[in-house]
């Protein structure tokens, strides 16, 4: 047999209370691409960050092309043909293209010589990128394109790519798998993180799948289906989410006619948005990241003040109050960024779930906060969301992306909200975390509550959403039934084709 490009043989890091990787051995071929399977918490982002030298083993070895491979940072790992693209993006808004690949360099080349390179692999590899654009400008996909053209300077022998079609249309995607595909037959591997799996199946040759830091087998993803790589992920049965038959009621959330400016000089302003979302409907909204996402939530979760009449609730115009006032009232919302805008990182969980149920539960009496009840709401978080934790009392930021998310989502669920606004409810989240969350907002629904869901996760959106609408550069598309939409029509609607209908209901 042929020598792997990258073996890891019993790969072991614990933090205090958890063994993140457990004797891990896996190899990854030249050409070849691999993908590492697993729920939120399996301990695939610290595998990733030990080749990448972001953190060091504390037993185990790792071999690169059949020779010891231990890098002490990620300089060393780049200098041996390891590449890296975040699933979070680490650029520079105010920097164009090239000046923000040049700070990820060593030895930068001139910005000449810089923007010729940027131009020539851009074109090769079909990721198209102007060196001079502002990175402020761009839109999420090619922002994208900026951290993977950034790698591919480097000629990476692997690269490693961590949930990288999240912010992506359908058609960015067969862009990105061309480009993909291109990489492999020239000898690239690629390990590739996703809890898409449809994805995983169109693209990768083997599959790695690690269940509470442990190998617990391998497939062939093409031989493989997504429900039985999803049963493998978690180790039991996958239910999937029941939409039960239910009747709308009146309009609970009214918006009118709202035209707002982002108030981020890199935002995008919010254009003459009206939208209508009955009791116990789900409004899906789908749109590529940065096209007014965070604008629409920020001004139906009160942040962004806007004219009284333009948002009503019940009929009662709420434009002009805050997040706390609406709360009171039962608008909920939770927002996209979960560290940092849900949720406070150093903060505990039982701190945290105070922060936004303190008004609805009850959780503070004549300026004096009820500490023993703010930790039951936090257990009771934790134990219906299986949100997995040591205790209450960990900082947010201790828990993975997924459980995190699992955390934030049922803090605003089981506060029993009139009106539920989310942006991207299981971004970064496994299959199963996902299915159970999909529940919980139908069931939500169910109950008679109207959901706003805000998501570039289109199977997301046709599973959950009883109507439909595109927001593209600010402006919201008249809502469609979900039924009968498929998704090569949602993608040209959340990429702003032409005769794409915008009005309101």
């Known amino acids: 047999m042929t020598t792997p490009l990258l073996s890891l043989q019993g790969l072991t890091k614990a933090y205090p209370g958890v063994v993140a990787n457990d004797q891990v051995s ?39 092309r059949g020779q010891p491979f231990a890098p002490p940072e990620p300089r060393a790992a780049r200098a041996d043909g390891i590449a890296m693209v975040f699933q979070h993006f680490s650029l520079f808004d105010a920097l164009n293209v090239a000046e923000n690949i040049a700070l990820g360099m060593e030895n930068p080349p001139s910005m000449g010589d810089l ?10 590899y079909g990721l198209p990128l102007d060196p001079y654009r502002t990175v402020g400008d761009l839109s999420a996909g090619e922002r994208q394109r900026v ?21 992506l249309t359908p058609q960015e995607v067969d862009i990105l798998f061309e480009t993909l595909n291109k990489l492999r037959s020239e000898g690239t591997s690629i390990l590739y993180i996703s809890h898409k799996l449809e994805e995983i ?11 509470l830091g442990k190998n617990v087998g391998e497939c062939i993803p093409a031989e493989t289906s997504a429900r039985d790589m999803a049963e493998m992920m978690v180790g039991a049965t996958l239910q999937t989410p029941e939409r039960a038959g239910r009747e709308f009621g009146e309009v609970a959330l009214d ?10 000089e890199f935002g995008t302003a919010l254009k003459n948005v009206h939208l209508t979302v009955r009791k116990g409907e789900v409004l899906g909204i789908g749109g590529v990241a940065g096209n007014g996402q965070d604008e629409l939530l920020g ?39 979960r560290l940092g805008h849900a949720a ?60 995190l998310q699992k955390f934030v989502i049922g803090r605003e ?39 706003i869901c805000i998501s570039q996760d289109l199977d997301e959106l046709m599973e959950i959403s009883d109507s439909f609408a595109a927001l593209n550069e600010g402006r919201l598309s008249a809502p469609r039934p979900t039924t009968g939409l498929t998704v090569d029509e949602i993608g040209l609607m959340m990429g702003g084709a032409h005769g794409m209908e915008v009005a309101h209901v």
């Open 201 to 211: 199946r169109t693209l990768c040759d083997h599959a790695t799948i690690l269940r």
């Open 413 to 451: 669920v089981l506060q029993n909200p009139d009106v539920l606004v989310v942006n991207q409810p299981t971004w970064g989240v496994d299959a199963a975390a996902a299915a159970s969350i999909r529940q919980a907002i139908l069931d939500l629904a169910a109950k008679g509550s109207a959901v």
């Open 147 to 167: 951290e993977i053209i950034r790698c591919l300077l480097q000629d990476p022998k692997l690269l490693i790519m961590d949930e990288p079609t999240s912010v």
């Open 255 to 264: 918006v009118s006619g709202l035209s707002v400016p982002s108030p981020s």
């Open 115 to 124: 923007a010729s390179r940027i131009r020539d692999v851009s074109e090769t």
């Open 344 to 403: 406070a990182p150093d903060m505990s969980l039982v701190e945290n779930a105070l922060l936004t149920g303190s008004v609805r539960e009850g959780l503070e009496s004549n300026g004096f906060l009820k500490w023993a009840d703010t930790r039951s709401f936090a257990e009771k978080i934790i134990s219906a969301f299986d949100v997995r934790t040591p205790g209450p009392e960990n900082a947010a930021r201790s828990l993975s992306g997924g459980n």
């Open 299 to 337: 001004v139906l979760s009160g942040e962004i003040q806007t004219p009284a009449d333009a948002i009503r609730f019940n009929g009662q115009p709420i434009g002009k109050l805050g997040p706390t006032a609406r709360r009171r009232l039962g608008v909920l919302t939770a927002p996209e960024e």
């Open 26 to 64: 896996f190899d990854i071929g030249e050409g070849e691409v691999h993908a590492l399977l697993g729920e939120n918490g399996a301990g695939k982002s610290t595998l990733v960050k030990m080749i990448y030298g972001l953190v060091k083993p504390d037993s185990g070895i790792m071999q690169l």
